[in-house]
């Protein structure tokens, strides 16, 4: 049996408290399951059925298919902005830009899991399994980081940029 699904969701949002709050994510999976109930067996000694001290190993069922192997994979990512609302009040006086007081916050997270499990049981009584779980976080693969600097001064940036030009 495979299985596949994909969902997104977009949200934009705005409230008193902040002016803006918006937010995507996307999830997708896949998936392999193959299980057998009930195996077909062979007996590969059944030659040992009329030797009295064999006769235990000529009744011995081999199975030779997996009862389970199954296999997924999932991909999921998110991402959201969040300002909030400036509150300035007639009295304010502080040189600091708005963009400085209140930032605009991102936040992002982009994630990676599979899994992966198989049980054989060769013989009624001998049980073998093994299953493995993955999960990874791709989030410094998935973000660019952008810094804006706001400066109430240009001139000293421009003079401070000139003096390293003229010392090269």
């Given at each position: 049996m495979?299985?596949?699904?994909?969902?997104?969701?977009d949200t934009?949002g705005?409230?008193?408290a902040?002016?803006?709050?918006?937010?995507w994510?996307w999830?997708?999976?896949?998936g392999?399951r193959f299980?057998?109930r009930?195996?077909?067996?062979?007996?590969?000694?059944?030659?040992?059925?009329?030797?009295p001290l064999l006769?235990t190993l000529g009744?011995?069922n081999?199975?030779f298919?997996?009862?389970?192997?199954?296999?997924?994979g999932?991909?999921?990512r998110?991402?959201?902005?969040?300002r909030e609302r400036?509150?300035?009040?007639?009295?304010?006086t502080t040189?600091t830009?708005?963009?400085?007081?209140?930032?605009?916050?991102?936040k992002?997270?982009f994630?990676?899991?599979?899994?992966f499990?198989f049980?054989y049981?060769?013989?009624?009584f001998?049980?073998?399994?093994?299953?493995?779980?993955t999960?990874?976080s791709?989030?410094t693969?998935?973000?660019?980081?952008l810094f804006?600097?706001?400066?109430?001064?240009?001139?000293?940036?421009?003079?401070?940029?000139?003096?390293?030009?003229?010392q090269?």
């Amino acid at each position: 049996m495979v299985f596949p699904s994909y969902s997104q969701a977009d949200t934009d949002g705005r409230s008193p408290a902040q002016e803006l709050n918006d937010s995507w994510r996307w999830a997708s999976a896949a998936g392999y399951r193959f299980q057998t109930r009930n195996p077909k067996t062979v007996r590969p000694f059944f030659f040992l059925d009329s030797v009295p001290l064999l006769r235990t190993l000529g009744g011995l069922n081999f199975n030779f298919l997996p009862s389970l192997i199954s296999t997924s994979g999932t991909f999921n990512r998110q991402f959201s902005q969040t300002r909030e609302r400036p509150i300035v009040s007639a009295g304010d006086t502080t040189g600091t830009p708005l963009d400085v007081r209140f930032p605009l916050r991102e936040k992002h997270a982009f994630t990676h899991g599979r899994d992966f499990q198989f049980q054989y049981n060769p013989f009624n009584f001998l049980n073998l399994s093994f299953d493995t779980d993955t999960n990874q976080s791709f989030n410094t693969a998935g973000v660019d980081t952008l810094f804006n600097v706001v400066t109430s001064d240009t001139t000293f940036l421009a003079c401070a940029s000139m003096k390293l030009l003229l010392q090269e």
